[in-house]
């Protein structure tokens, strides 16, 4: 059986890829990035693509996108061969966002959202009352309906962003893809957005893939992660799965860095010459963090920390110390 003929049971994925390889020929040969990736990405699902620069992120939107196809491999949108479909098939199966300049001019809100209706009307065409439905239902569905009538100049990053995901909902592809759609907002924004693409896979049942170096908002946000690394196959599984099993530390080569088991956040690895550190869980955790961002500090042989009234108790060989700040301990410690 083929990969065409898998494809035909009731529950085929948005997107299936079948042992691609993904790379470029030129004049100096074959520059292969990966090969052997394989993935399924569902409906009603928030899917995320990692792996350091380099290693094919790119070049993988653009053989899905059919814009520069693998050298080898199948790929499907839904139960249909991407390479057998039409441009304007291919906009009406997947949405794209990228990270794009919008030109401000006197474009609104309203209007910009519009435009994902062209894969329906084409450039010169007419919005029908089915087409405006779609239109402020999207805007509706992402919470912008307030400012349909601002220019884009005026918006923030944020909301410009919120803007552009509305105008590829309107296309009312079953897929959407987003490149870095958070690479330029604040923290507060960033988890804004993320929350509203989780909330539109699971409310609209849509496929949606981002590519997204930010791993804080990537282990909160995701249902699924897709790791790309160098020469080796795509992992995928649970963002959980995936932290508990190791699989994430492939994002942070050498050694350098580490990602800590707890918190998912990427970090120095501990000094080897840690002191003993004592007390709250919440609270050893910061002291630690000043000793891996400054080696060069004194080091106690052991630390003692206290809540409620906050303390810090360090002990040497001859003598003990009473502080009261973290900053008053790295002062101290810096003599």
Known sequence: MDGKDKMTAANFPAIH?????????????????????????????????????????????????HQHPPLKGSIFL????????????????????????????AMTVHELVALGRVPHTGWWGQLSPQDRSVVKRVMDMTRITQLAGKKLAALSDGQRQTALIARALAQDSPILILDEPTAHLDLTNRFEIMYLLRDL???????????????????????TLWLMEAGKALQQGSPEDLMIQGGIQ????????????????????????????????????????VFRKNPELTRPERIVVRDQPFGIRLFFADRTEELNGIAEMIRFLQR
């Open 17 to 65: 890829a079948e042992e691609l390889e993904l790379g470029y020929r030129s004049a100096q040969g074959l520059n292969l990035l990966a090969s052997g990736v394989s993935f399924d990405l569902h409906r009603g699902e928030l899917t995320c693509l990692m792996g350091p620069n380099g290693v094919g992120k790119s070049t993988l939107l653009k053989a899905i996108l």
């Open 78 to 105: 839904e139960n249909e061969a991407v390479r057998q479909l039409s441009d304007r098939e291919r906009a009406r199966k997947v949405a794209v966002v990228l990270t794009e300049k919008i030109p401000a001019g």
């Open 201 to 223: 896979a699971k409310k609209a049942g849509k496929a949606i893939l981002v590519v997204t170096h930010d791993l804080e908002v990537a282990m909160e946000t995701a249902d």
């Open 250 to 289: 492939s994002l942070l080569p050498g050694d350098k860095w580490q990602i800590d088991l707890e918190s998912g956040k990427i970090r120095l690895k501990d000094p080897p010459d840690l002191p003993q550190i004592e007390g709250p869980i919440h609270l050893s955790h910061w002291i630690r963090n």
